[in-house]
């Protein structure tokens, strides 16, 4: 897969989602780290260090329609069909390394119907790459169900606000049969975490209200972040401090529960508002993720776009 194979070349007359200003990091870190091809017809990536495992599985948690418009008629694939059309080369006359399963978690049956079709038409089985209707904190369990102890797993869990994702589910994800697996299941997060800034009242000096502290109590599995805000709200603190306290502290709770490896990247670095967070206890799985990170940083247009 070449870095914009992802690209659609046109619509598809289906309904597209706009896109914010973190979904490129978070399409192009994605793209690069499941598989890309270098100048040199080389595959990485996921798809590339899991080669000789029988089968490959990515779980889309927080699925949407498969496609975001970028405006002036770019629209380029979203999670889940970056996913199922990710290929890498495979040894000498041996078909490319891909997925061997795919399920898309949507809960809106609309969206559902719009990604189904999208996966259909790209010509994908049922076996293969399936939609899985329903709340990814409650339907995880049947998609986990399937996933065999020896196969490489990769989740994305990309909710839209506080409340779509709970830590219970990502412990979950995180420590499933890891007493069998010789390695847990990859996860990358989208944490909406800028979302909190605007329930604010800073003029006021006024924390969020209780329910929203609640909810990004249950995203994030722990409240040690709760001092920094509110020292924010005195004007004691910058929002990007609090910001990386509610970051850092999911992390840390990502290694409480068992991950070695932990690493994010922050849309924008500056005045943050969305992080894409990683987790593994594979070395080679982080070293692949920081190269992809570091690919999307060095992205001469992102200078062009003022993002860093
Ligand atoms: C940010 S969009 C996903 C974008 C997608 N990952 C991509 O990059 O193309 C979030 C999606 O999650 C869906 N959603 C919201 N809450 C959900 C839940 N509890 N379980 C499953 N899907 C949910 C929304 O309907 C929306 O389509």
């Not at 070349?9 to 499941?34: C, F, N, Q, W």
């Not at 495992?53 to 002036?72: E, L, P, W």
Request: aromatic share 8%.
């Amino acid at each position: 897969m070449s870095a914009d194979s992802d690209i659609a070349s046109a619509s598809d007359g289906r309904p597209v989602d706009p896109a914010p200003a973190h979904t490129e990091m978070k399409l192009a870190v994605l793209s690069r780290y499941i598989g890309y091809v270098d100048e040199r017809g080389r595959g990485g990536g996921f798809l590339h260090a899991t080669r000789s495992a029988m089968y490959r599985r990515y779980i889309d948690g927080f699925a949407g329609v498969g496609r975001y418009d970028f405006g002036n008629g770019h629209v380029r694939d979203g999670s889940a069909l970056i996913a199922l059309r990710a290929e890498v080369p495979g040894a000498a006359g041996a078909s490319p390394i891909r997925f061997t399963h795919l399920r898309f978690v949507e809960l809106d049956d609309d969206r559902a119907n719009t990604l189904e079709a999208r996966t259909r038409a790209a010509g994908a089985t049922e076996a293969r790459a399936r939609v899985v209707r329903g709340d990814a904190n409650v339907v995880m369990v049947d998609a986990l169900n399937e996933v065999e102890d020896r196969t490489p797993t990769l989740v994305l869990l990309d909710p839209y606000d506080l409340d779509d994702l709970r830590f219970e589910t990502v412990r979950l994800i995180a420590t499933w049969h890891d007493s069998a697996r010789a390695r847990r299941i990859e996860q990358l997060v989208g944490l909406q975490i800028g979302r909190i800034r605007r329930q604010a009242n800073l003029e006021q000096g006024q924390m969020p209200s209780k329910v929203s502290l609640d909810q990004l109590e249950r995203l994030l599995g722990n409240r040690r972040w709760e001092p920094v805000m509110q020292e924010w709200v005195a004007g004691r603190r910058e929002w990007s401090e609090v910001f990386g306290a509610m970051r850092d502290s999911f992390e840390e709770e990502l290694r409480r529960i068992g991950y070695v490896y932990t690493r994010h990247c922050d849309v924008d670095e500056r005045d943050p508002m969305y992080s894409l967070v990683f987790a593994s206890d594979h070395k080679d799985a982080d070293t692949i993720m920081a190269g992809s990170i570091d690919h999307w940083r060095r992205d001469p247009k992102l200078r062009q776009r003022g993002l860093f």
